[in-house]
C-alpha cells in the first residue's frame, strides 16, 4: 500500500504538469481555404487551422458547432475527427460541412465571407477530447463571440 501511495505522490507533479500543458493549447491562425453552396441549405467549407498545442498528442471526435446571429441558429457545422499532434505548431487542413438555420441563406454566408462584421455572431461549440481511445473529456462552449474568437486567433 505504501509502495501504491509513494508512486502516485511521484505522478502528481507529472499528471499536474500536463493539465497545465492541455490549458496551453491555443489556435495561433485560420484561412477559409474554399467555400462553396450545396445546393440551397448547406455549405462544405475547407479551412486553414493553425493551432500550438505544447502537450501530448490529442484526439478531438464528435466535433460540432452552431453559428448564431442575434441568438437566431445560421448554420450548423461538423467536421471529422482531428488529432493535434503533440508538441508541435502546425496548420490543420479541415473539411467543414455546414446547414443553414431556417432564417439563413447560402447568399448571406457568401456577403459575411467577403464584407465580415461579426460582432452580432456568437459560437456553441462542442467536441470530446482524448488522449487515448475514448477516455477523455466532453468539451463545451456557449455563446462565445464570434468576433472575440476571431480576433484571438489574431485575423480580424
Do not use: W
Not at 505544447?54 to 448564431?68: C, F, H, N, W, Y
Not at 465571407?113 to 455572431?121: I, L, R
Not at 470530446?128 to 481511445?133: L, Q, S, Y
Amino acid at each position: 500500500m505504501k509502495r501504491v501511495f509513494a508512486l502516485l505522490l511521484l505522478c502528481a507533479p507529472l499528471l499536474c504538469g500536463c493539465a497545465k500543458r492541455f490549458q496551453d493549447i491555443r489556435v495561433t491562425s485560420y484561412d477559409i481555404v474554399s467555400l462553396s453552396p450545396l445546393g440551397l441549405s448547406a455549405v462544405e467549407a475547407i479551412v486553414d487551422l493553425g493551432v500550438y498545442n505544447p502537450a501530448t498528442t490529442l484526439k478531438l471526435s464528435d466535433i460540432s458547432g452552431v453559428v448564431k446571429m442575434n441568438g437566431d441558429t445560421c448554420i450548423v457545422l461538423t467536421t471529422e475527427d482531428i488529432a493535434l499532434e503533440g508538441r508541435a505548431e502546425k496548420v490543420y487542413r479541415i473539411p467543414v460541412r455546414g446547414v443553414m438555420g431556417d432564417k439563413f441563406n447560402p447568399f448571406q454566408l457568401l456577403t459575411l465571407y467577403k464584407n465580415a462584421d461579426f460582432s452580432q455572431f456568437t459560437v456553441d461549440a462542442s467536441a470530446h477530447a482524448g488522449v487515448f481511445g475514448p477516455v477523455g473529456k466532453d468539451i463545451s462552449i456557449k455563446d462565445l463571440s464570434l468576433e472575440k474568437l476571431l480576433e484571438k486567433a489574431g485575423q480580424k
